[in-house]
């Protein structure tokens, strides 16, 4: 499985924009990139994915870069609520059982 | 709330003892998977389930845990003579992928387990 490389940790104050990197140099081109992300105390939840092109849904911005290396997660206006684990995944789309595989993932604080 | 359910919440046995719990996924997804995650890292893949038919498992699932999905509905995961390892999350989700790129997964709220 692909492997992806996020910082251990990121901090960012309410009402700011947030950018969460992702290093991803090895994803082949039939790897989708997910994020999910996981708040304390509860079960990890979609946040959003793509595969070439820059996705927007009401929770984020998935910005990916052309040679599709590296992505970023982004936050407009970031609230305590989003305070969480954000895990950057990548998926295979040929034989895909979906299975998750999970790494660190980024510990984002908001501080007021 | 997700729409997944699982119970007991939370779980408290002495070692060597058996458990089992219980997820109940979201009605009309037919993948249901099971994850375990221990303190400070993220959640690692156990099996998963299309409907009732239990199709990959992971090196991390023991011989002492057993998983079941009778009809393709609810889902068990036992875990047989416990050990104090075996203390962590665990994690049910479930899919309904259209195309395989889209199985978003649903996940529940968690069992916790401590073996004591």
């Known amino acids: 499985d692909a492997k992806t490389t996020q910082p251990n940790s990121m901090e960012s104050n309410e009402e700011e924009p947030v950018h969460l990197p992702c290093n991803h140099s090895?994803?082949?081109?039939?790897?989708?990139i997910h994020w999910y992300r996981q708040l304390p105390s509860q079960g990890p939840e979609y946040v959003i994915h793509g595969l070439t092109s820059n996705v927007n849904n009401r929770m984020a911005s998935l910005a990916i870069a052309e040679d599709r290396k590296s992505s970023t997660l982004i936050l407009h206006r970031a609230t305590l609520r989003d305070a969480a684990v954000y895990y950057c995944i990548l998926l295979h789309t040929s034989g895909n059982t979906g299975k998750l595989i999970f790494g660190q993932g980024t510990t984002l604080q908001v501080k007021p | 709330d997700t729409g997944v359910s699982q119970n007991p919440r939370h779980k408290i046995t002495k070692r060597g003892q058996n458990v089992t719990f219980r997820c109940d996924p979201i009605?009309?997804?037919?993948?249901l998977y099971w994850y375990r995650q221990t303190l400070g890292q993220g959640p690692e893949f156990l099996t998963y389930f299309q409907n009732e038919a239990q199709l990959e498992k992971s090196r991390l699932l023991s011989d002492r845990f057993s998983a079941e999905r009778p009809k393709g509905s609810f889902s068990t995961l036992e875990i047989q003579r416990t050990e104090q390892g075996d203390s962590a999350m665990y994690l049910c989700a479930s899919s309904f992928p259209t195309s395989g790129v889209e199985d978003t997964q649903y996940f529940g709220p968690g069992t916790r387990l401590t073996v004591l």
């Open positions: 090895t994803i082949s081109g039939t790897d989708y």
């Open positions: 009605s009309e997804h037919n993948r």
